[in-house]
Nanobody, 131 residues
Framework: VQFAESGGGSVQAGGSLRLSCEIS????????IGWFRQVPGKEREGVAC????????YYSEPVKGRFVISTDYLKNTAYLEMNGLQPDDTAEYYC?????????????????????????WGKGTPVIVSS
């Protein structure tokens, strides 16, 4: 399983970035794909995920209303559109996939755990938001 993550970078507060995550090496996921983020010294936290069966998006409270997750199944790629970025959004963002969609959704929506038990992880891409 391989992840090709892109789209991270530096932006000023109020700006936008779009992360992309292409997954190869497996049949297109029938579970969920999403992102977690981590700041050095802090616990990793869920950000957003999308369920394969109905393309429903799920978001953590800090990003709800600002971030939008989507997928292009033909390209095996997921996207995270991040708007209204704030310095608190600065972190390393990791693309993640698990066939257990409900597990990932629960972790992100209810902030239950750092996702260490999810199946597949990308290497991460940095997002830096300056004030």
């Amino acid at each position: 399983v391989q992840f090709a993550e892109s789209g991270g970078g530096s932006v000023q507060a109020g700006g936008s970035l779009r992360l992309s995550c292409e997954i190869s090496g497996i049949t297109w996921p029938d579970g969920a794909i999403g992102w977690f983020r981590q700041v050095p010294g802090k616990e990793r936290e869920g950000v957003a995920c999308i369920r394969r069966t109905d393309s429903s998006g799920y978001y953590s409270e800090p990003v709800k209303g600002r971030f939008v997750i989507s997928t292009d199944y033909l390209k095996n790629t997921a996207y995270l559109e991040m708007n209204g970025l704030q310095p608190d959004d600065t972190a390393e963002y990791y693309c993640v996939h698990d066939r257990r969609a409900n597990l990932m959704i629960s972790k992100i929506v209810h902030n239950t755990g750092d996702g260490h038990d999810l199946d597949y992880w990308g290497k991460g891409t940095p997002v830096i938001v300056s004030s």
